[in-house]
C-alpha cells in the first residue's frame, strides 16, 4: 500500500483530498489537528506516534522529526542499498506528503502580537518534511498548497504523473520554504543592512507586456502588503494596469504623501508634470493642471481629498490613464466611469509611508537604501547671499524642495507658493534643467513670484546667471560645491536671493 503523510495548518480541500487518495489505495498518516480532522471525516487514518514508535512530545513541537518519517521520504526507491535499509529497520516508504505550515505570517499582522507568538508559529517539522519530500520529488509528491488538490488527484486517477509534474511541486515546495524562512529572518533581524538579505514577493498578477510591448513583465508585492500602495488598491473601475501604470501610480504616491494640505499630483513618467495645492480639491486640481496643461494627457493624477463632482467634471474633460484618490463621491464616480478604460483607483491618504528602505535590480544585484524622507523646514534654511528672501518666496522654497526631491535628477523646480510653474527633469547637466524649467515657468502667471529649486548644487555660476536673466529672483539649493563662494558672490551681483538647504535630493 502505498503512504501518504498529511499535516496542515489550513485545511481547506483536506478532507476530499484525503478521500481522493483513500480511494486509490492510499494508507494516511497524520498528526495533531489533521488527524483529528481527518477521523471526524469518517476516514481511516494512523496516528503518526504509531509509525515512529515515539510519542508527540514538547507540546506538539517534536512529532515528526523522526527517522521513520525522513528515512521514508528520502529514500532513493531505485537503489537496492537505501530500500535494503529500510527494510532492516522496518519502515515503510511514504509517497505523498500533504503539509502546509504554521501561520507565522498571518500571527505577525495580528495587532499586539507578542515576540514569544510569533517564535510559537515558526514551523520546524513541516518545512523538514516539505524539503525531504521535495529533495526526493522523483519518489515523493510534495503538495503544499490546498490548489494543487485537484491536480494531483487527477493525475493520480489518470496515472499522468510525470517527472515535469514532480519537479514543479518540489519547485514549488522550495518557493514557499524559502519565503516562509525570508519572512521569519526578517522579522526577527534587527540589522538595517545585514550580511546577507533575504526578501520575499508574492505574486499580485501576471502584466499584459513591460515598459514595451515585447518585454514580459509580472507585479509583485511584498508578503506582507502595505495599505498604501498601489498594488494594494481598491480598483473600481477600468482595465488591469500595466507595467507602466503601476511606476508612474507609485510616483504619484510617493509625491501625495509629501503634502498634507489639499493637493493635487500629475505624473508623466515617473515625473511630477504639475503639483498643485488649494482651498479645496477642486482648487488643487485647477492649480495642478494649469501647472502643465499639456504633459497631463494621458497620465496619472493623485489627489489627497475626496474627488467631487465639480472635480471629477473637469478631470473628465481630459485624456487620463489613472486618477488616486482616498474616496470619490458617488455622483463623481458616475461622471469618472463613462470613460471605460479609465482607472479609479482608491488608496488611503496618509504623509506617513511605512517602507522605510527600498531596493534597486541592478546587473548581478541589487542595491539597497533609506527612502529619502527628509523634508526641509526654515530652519534648516540658511541664508547664504546679501539679498534676504521674503516670507511668500521661503514658503514658496518649502514647497519647491518637497517636489524637486521626486524629479528625476539633475533636478530643477521653479515654483511659487502652492503650485509648481516648471520642472526640469534628467538632463545630464543641471543648466539644461534650468533652462527647461524656466522655459516652462515662465509662460505662467505666476511666474512673476516664482523661486528656483535643485536637487544639488550648483557646480558653477552658470545657473545662477541664466535664472537671473530670465526673471528669477530667490534660489534655494544645497550648497556643498567647492565652487559655492561663485554662486553667491554672482547671486550678489544679480540681485538674487541665495538659500542653502543643506540637503541634496538625487534621484536617479
Known amino acids: 500500500m502505498t503512504r501518504a503523510l498529511l499535516s496542515v495548518s489550513d485545511k481547506t480541500g483536506l478532507a476530499d483530498f484525503a478521500k481522493g487518495l483513500v480511494a486509490l489505495g492510499y494508507e494516511l498518516v497524520s498528526t495533531g489537528g489533521t488527524l483529528a480532522t481527518l477521523q471526524a471525516a469518517d476516514l481511516p487514518v494512523t496516528p503518526i ?54 501561520p507565522f505570517k498571518e500571527t505577525i499582522q495580528k495587532p499586539g502580537v507578542t515576540l514569544a507568538d510569533a517564535i510559537e ?11 525531504s519530500a521535495a529533495k526526493n520529488y ?55 543592512f545585514p550580511a546577507q538579505k533575504t526578501v520575499t514577493y508574492e505574486l499580485f498578477e501576471p502584466l499584459r507586456y513591460g515598459e514595451n510591448s515585447h518585454q514580459q513583465a509580472a507585479a509583485y508585492r511584498d508578503a506582507l502588503p502595505t495599505n498604501y500602495s498601489v498594488l494594494s488598491a481598491d480598483i473600481l473601475h477600468g482595465k488591469q494596469l500595466s507595467y507602466n501604470n503601476i511606476r508612474d501610480a507609485d510616483a504619484a504616491l510617493r509625491i501625495i504623501a509629501e503634502f498634507d494640505e ?33 504633459s497631463i494627457f494621458g497620465g496619472i493624477v493623485a489627489l489627497n481629498r475626496e474627488v467631487d463632482l465639480a472635480t471629477a467634471e473637469k478631470m473628465h474633460q481630459i485624456f ?18 463613462k470613460k471605460k478604460n479609465l482607472r479609479l483607483l482608491t488608496v488611503p491618504f496618509t504623509t506617513d509611508v511605512p517602507q522605510a528602505v527600498e ?15 527628509v523634508s526641509e523646514t526654515l530652519a534648516d534654511f540658511e541664508v547664504v547671499g546679501d539679498v534676504q528672501p521674503t516670507a511668500a518666496q521661503l514658503e514658496a522654497m518649502i514647497f519647491a524642495q ?50 528656483l529649486a535643485s536637487d544639488a548644487f550648483f557646480p558653477m555660476d552658470d545657473s545662477v546667471t541664466y535664472a537671473a536673466e530670465h526673471g528669477i529672483t530667490a534660489i534655494v539649493e544645497p550648497g556643498g560645491s567647492i565652487k559655492d563662494q ?22 536617479h
Open 121 to 131: 508559529n515558526i514551523d520546524i517539522g513541516g518545512p523538514s518534511m516539505l524539503r
Open 49 to 102: 506516534d504509531e509509525v515512529t514508535q515515539f510519542p508527540e512530545m514538547l507540546d506538539g513541537r517534536v512529532k515528526t522529526l523522526h527517522p521513520r518519517v525522513h528515512a521514508g521520504l528520502l529514500a532513493k526507491r531505485d537503489d537496492p542499498d537505501h530500500m535494503a535499509t529500510l527494510a532492516e529497520h522496518d519502515i515503510t516508504p511514504i509517497d505523498l506528503v500533504v503539509v502546509n505550515l504554521y
Open 262 to 294: 489639499p493637493t493635487v499630483v500629475t505624473v508623466k513618467h515617473m515625473n511630477p508634470a504639475g503639483i498643485g495645492q488649494g482651498t479645496t480639491i477642486e482648487a488643487a486640481w485647477d492649480a495642478a493642471f494649469a501647472a502643465d496643461d499639456i
Open 138 to 192: 522523483a519518489a515523493v509528491l510534495p503538495v503544499v498548497d490546498p490548489v494543487d488538490y485537484d491536480a494531483v488527484l487527477e493525475n493520480l486517477q489518470n496515472n499522468t504523473i510525470d517527472d515535469a509534474f514532480r519537479r514543479q511541486l518540489g519547485a514549488k515546495v522550495f518557493r514557499h520554504t524559502a519565503a516562509y524562512d525570508a519572512l521569519i529572518a526578517d522579522y526577527l533581524t534587527d540589522e538595517e
Open 486 to 507: 561663485a554662486s553667491i558672490d554672482k547671486a550678489n551681483e544679480l540681485g538674487i536671493a541665495l538659500v542653502f538647504s543643506g540637503t541634496r535630493h538625487f534621484k
Open 359 to 373: 531596493l534597486t535590480a541592478v546587473l548581478g544585484g541589487v542595491v539597497m537604501q533609506e527612502r529619502d524622507l
Open 320 to 337: 487620463l490613464e489613472i486618477i488616486i484618490a482616498p474616496s470619490f463621491t458617488p455622483e463623481a464616480y458616475d461622471v469618472l466611469a
Open 402 to 451: 518637497k517636489a524637486v526631491k521626486h524629479v528625476k535628477s539633475n533636478a530643477i523646480v521653479v515654483a511659487q507658493k502652492g503650485q509648481t510653474l516648471g520642472v526640469g527633469a534628467g538632463q545630464p547637466n543641471r543648466i539644461d534643467s534650468v533652462k527647461m524649467a524656466i522655459a516652462k515657468a515662465s509662460e505662467k502667471p505666476g511666474f512673476g513670484n516664482a523661486v
